[in-house]
């Protein structure tokens, strides 16, 4: 048992308002600079919609994650044998247009316009070429457009479904959409990491952060084809890529990244999980189906004593064990099976996961009014305005009945906190609601307190870094003590 620490994160999709206060923060902090324009490293998607870049989901398009050939995992874009001919030519890289022209306005033209009856306007230009340029999209340009037909009937999660089925999401009185935060999930068998000719992605030891090492990045780019995320960018000023790095300066001084840490709606969750590294291979080998309950088997169970054990004789601070038992993920994610990954079928083995939402239920419109059929407790999952193979292909690679049990103990939870609180459901009926969806009272409302009335020291628990220690296995720090100021002190630059 090789016990290792993974810093991960929950998104409760039922909280989320969209109003993109989180990729702002990012946006701020991170991705200000030349060459950066375009990228988000969090964003916020509508769906049903193509997302950002568009139609990212499309791995016969952009060659994204692992395949499974006879019983063992392959990268989609490349083969060893294929990486040197392919290393000047990457065929499945998405380009400029599939993200969006990064545009500004020509402000100045408001003072220099010549007196006139019409209202002046500022041009748009282009941040790259600084020229006058139409601006046919941007970041979030299919925003709220649950019905659009450009957008949202173009969702590669919709393909399944029959003529009939798709063709019912868009009467009027159907029309739905929900919004998913996206940031780069820092994965267990992250694609982006194997794809790197020159070994310049890494993935931390302590915590699990994935990061670009902007010294050894040669601008191969094969990483950005390698994430089925497409969440690792080139930076088209340095010749780098660049991701999300979870805000680790942050998270070593104790302090919550800066997406969870300006979420409105208190969507994010952030703490600890101990996984068993040996059986990696063993949880991407599975068939698709069997995906989410092999990377569930992996995660260990943080207050068994030989876990306790092999962590400690991995090196690991008790407060890191003590963190991951009190971890909020660890709750979502192993103890009550409500947070799965998003598109495991990539086999990457996604760290940040999805409450997926409650959507709302089927009707009809009869003599002028909305209608909706009276059913059992859980008639509403069948009933409800996104089929749930949409969400099984989002969050379950297919698989329905791991989507239906979480739905159905969010469900129960509801159902138990109305008899609660307004108490017009009938107790029996609840009750038996709570045997089905496999809960307790207890558990119910552990689930409601975790939901609607989190302090912030509930959702954020990240142990101390201890700094001071964790660099002991890169580097003499002794041979560093006269050193002055701390990091980089050159910005990364192309090369002469």
């Not at 969209?18 to 950066?36: E, F, M, P, Q, V």
């Not at 870049?53 to 006879?70: A, H, S």
């Not at 703490?271 to 590294?277: E, F, S, V």
Request: glycine share 8%.
């Amino acid at each position: 048992m090789d016990v290792r620490a993974q810093v991960s994160m929950v998104f409760h999709l039922d909280k989320c308002i969209g109003c993109h206060t989180c990729s702002l923060a990012c946006k701020n902090i991170w991705t200000d600079r030349k060459g950066t324009e375009y990228m988000w490293w969090n964003n916020v998607e509508t769906k049903p919609g193509t997302g950002y870049p568009t139609l990212w989901e499309d791995q016969e398009k952009y060659k994204g994650g692992w395949l499974l050939k006879g019983g063992k995992v392959q990268l989609r874009v490349q083969s060893k044998k294929k990486t040197l001919g392919n290393l000047f030519y990457n065929r499945s890289l998405p380009v400029l247009d599939d993200y969006y022209e990064p545009f500004t306005f020509r402000y100045q033209d408001l003072f220099d316009a010549p007196a006139s009856d019409d209202q002046p306007t500022a041009r748009p230009i282009s941040m790259i070429t600084g020229e006058e340029m139409d601006i046919e999209a941007g970041p979030n340009w299919d925003d709220d457009l649950g019905g659009s037909p450009l957008y949202a009937e173009n969702d590669f999660n919709l393909r399944e479904l029959s003529p009939e089925e798709r063709q019912g999401l868009f009467e009027t009185e159907r029309l739905v959409h929900f919004y998913l935060p996206r940031i780069c999930n820092h994965c267990l068998n992250a694609g982006c990491v194997a794809a790197c000719p020159s070994g310049a992605i890494y993935k931390r030891g302590e915590d699990g952060i994935v990061l670009v090492n902007q010294d050894k990045c040669r601008a191969w780019r094969m990483c950005v084809s390698g994430c089925p995320y497409k969440k690792v960018y080139y930076n088209w000023g340095t010749g780098k890529s660049e991701k999300c790095i979870l805000c680790f300066p942050r998270l070593e001084t104790g302090q919550a990244p800066a997406c969870f840490h300006s979420c409105v709606g208190r969507i994010r969750y952030v703490g600890l999980l101990l996984y068993d590294a040996d059986r990696l291979l063993d949880a991407v080998g599975v068939p698709d189906e069997e995906l989410v309950q092999a990377q569930r088997d992996i995660i260990l169970d943080p207050f068994d004593p030989e876990v306790i054990d092999a962590a400690a004789q991995n090196g690991m601070d008790p407060l890191w064990i003590e963190s991951a038992q009190n971890s909020p993920v660890y709750k979502f994610v192993k103890m009550w099976n409500l947070a799965l990954p998003l598109h495991p079928e990539a086999r990457t083995l996604p760290m940040l996961f999805y409450v997926p939402p409650l959507l709302p239920v089927m009707g009809t419109m009869q003599n002028g009014n909305f209608e909706i059929e009276e059913d059992d407790y859980f008639g509403s999952i069948d009933r409800a305005r996104i089929p749930i193979q949409y969400m099984a292909r989002l969050f379950a690679a297919g698989n329905e009945s791991i989507v239906r049990d979480a739905v159905k103990r969010l469900i129960g939870v509801r159902l138990h906190r109305r008899q609660e609180t307004v108490g017009d459901a009938d107790s029996a009926g609840v009750d038996a609601a709570l045997g089905e969806a496999g809960l307790d009272v207890d558990t119910a409302n552990a689930i409601y307190r975790l939901t609607s009335l989190p302090t912030i020291g509930d959702r954020f628990v990240v142990p101390p870094y201890h700094r001071e220690m964790a660099i002991e296995m890169m580097e003499e720090p002794l041979a560093r003590k006269q050193n002055t100021g701390v990091g980089r002190r050159e910005a990364p630059a192309r090369g002469p």
